[in-house]
């Protein structure tokens, strides 16, 4: 471990949140336990935040203080022989009481004198009884910086101003918000920037990770953007060739349909799954964070009357849009070459979506026995804005989350209205002309040079969506 780290202590009360702050700040979903139950770490254990492939912060996550209005008073005993505070403490941790009675408090204590600072989790829903006046003396007995880490800000049951007045009558004065299930935008760039102004000779380290911390989010931005106009491509590119005698039969037109949809709805599957380990987050966590990413909302079906419904709404369109079948036909007309079919796919599947009209009927009436089925640009859009919501949530999802990905995280702001997805999609459009770009369609696949730019352009159309969501 690099010796130069910051070495910071989390503290606080059983279950306020220790835990769950240090799997946000790291991003490891697996670090320690995060349970409703109290005193749920028992031990003092060390993760190290890393930059540029070097420990810069080294924390010690510590177990909960249970009994600190006892061990005050029985501190009181050592007055005599230790006549400062961190004195006293030390003495304390040389008495058989520290691995008897205190001995929780004691592993506490202890990191605390080996410590550069340390960040008090408070739940902020807690009543201000005494028992933490005598936790917040405790601490302050071992002369090391604290600062105070307001958690669960957002609840209904928050006690945020009275928590304030407490921490302002014991001098802790630099207070930083943080939600650990949901965390605020910023809030941890000011955790260090507000860490800075108690340790002053190591302020410019702790800038260094700061700003390397903002670099990371952008490039998982960068990352999210480009797993997303990966997606769109290779779906734009799907192509099915049907001779019109199986597209004519019913019972075969709906098995080539349902095969369709099911290879779309596994690509989008497997992009979630991979947005969700970009975010730090994984689909099996369940027993230490469960993340039902693919129940409900997530599981969506793009080709259904309801999320075609939804994208009307969204697309401000005040209807449903396409039909429920969400696959058009495009056809190879007599007389004109693929490339000139394809331009036409998005009318003559527009025309067959509706139901065959004049405008349908004529074209059938060109038809020779060829038909190729692909994805209509509206499911496309609404397959997109599925995706930008789940960024959304996985922006703002702490690592201390244990709860759905609600639908509610589905937003309707302006990173999902119409022109923008409109945009996305047809930045993808070159991709219909060619369906040997469809992903894995061989053994040895590899996407070609004109296929790679194309992703990098639909990149860039997506990017501003997810900086905006």
């Known amino acids: 471990m690099n010796d130069t780290s910051i070495r910071i202590a989390v503290v606080g009360h059983t279950n306020a949140g220790k835990t769950s702050l240090l799997r946000t ?34 924390f010690l996550d510590t177990p909960g203080l249970e009994d600190a209005v006892s061990l005050r008073e029985h501190l009181q005993a050592f ?31 202890r990191a605390m004198l080996d410590v550069d600072a340390a960040f008090l989790v408070i739940d902020v829903r807690e009543p201000v009884l005494p028992k933490f006046r005598a936790e917040i003396e405790l601490l ?24 304030r007045e407490l921490l302002s009558a014991y001098g802790l004065h630099a207070v930083v918000r943080f939600d650990a299930a949901a965390p605020f935008v910023g809030a941890e760039r000011a955790l260090y920037e507000d860490l800075g102004t108690l340790l002053r000779d190591r302020r410019e380290q702790l800038a260094r990770v700061a700003t390397s911390l903002s670099a ?20 734009t590119a799907v192509r099915r060739t049907v001779p019109s005698g199986e597209f004519n039969d019913p019972t075969r037109r709906q098995k080539l349909i349902a095969d369709l949809r099911a290879t779309v709805s596994s690509k989008a599957q497997r992009c979630a799954d991979d947005l969700l380990a970009l975010y730090g987050f994984r689909e099996g966590d369940a027993d230490e964070a469960p993340l039902p990413q693919l129940e409900g909302r997530w599981s969506m079906d793009f080709f259904s009357a309801e999320a075609m419904k939804d994208a009307g709404l ?41 139901g065959f009209g004049p405008m349908g009927r004529k074209l059938v009436n060109l038809m020779n026995d060829v038909q190729e089925l692909t994805v209509e640009d509206r499911v ?9 919501a789940l960024v959304h949530a996985l922006e703002q999802r702490g690592h201390a989350a244990t709860g759905r990905i609600a639908a509610s995280a589905d937003p309707q702001g302006e990173p999902f209205i119409g022109h923008r997805l409109e945009a996305i999609v047809e930045a993808a459009e070159p991709a219909r002309g060619h369906a040997d ?5 061989g053994t040895r696949w590899f996407a070609p040079t004109e296929r790679r730019e194309l992703v990098d352009e639909v990149a860039r159309a997506v990017r501003p969506a997810i900086e905006r969501s």
């Open 25 to 58: 700040l790291t991003r490891r979903i697996r670090f320690g336990e995060v349970s409703e139950r109290p005193g749920t770490t028992r031990h003092v254990e060390k993760i190290a935040l890393e930059v540029a492939g070097r420990a810069a912060v080294t």
């Open 79 to 109: 007055t005599a022989r230790a006549p400062t505070p961190p004195e006293r403490i030390r003495a304390f941790l040389q008495g058989p009481e520290a691995h008897g009675a205190f001995e929780q408090e004691a592993k506490v204590l």
């Open 140 to 163: 302050n007995s071992c002369a090391r910086p604290v600062l105070p880490v307001l958690n669960f800000v957002r609840s209904d049951a928050s006690r945020e101003p009275a928590w």
């Open 216 to 235: 990371e989010a952008g490039e998982r931005r960068d990352a999210a953007a480009a797993r997303i106009a990966e997606l769109v491509v290779d779906v």
């Open 314 to 354: 969204r697309l401000g369109k005040g209807a449903a849009v396409g039909a429920a079948v969400g696959v058009v036909a495009d056809m190879a007309l007599a007389g004109l070459s693929l490339g000139a079919a394809t331009a036409l796919g998005a009318t003559i599947g527009g025309a067959l979506s509706q």
């Open 380 to 388: 496309l859009q609404v397959l997109v804005a599925w995706l930008l």
């Open 437 to 441: 770009w469809e992903a894995g369609l």
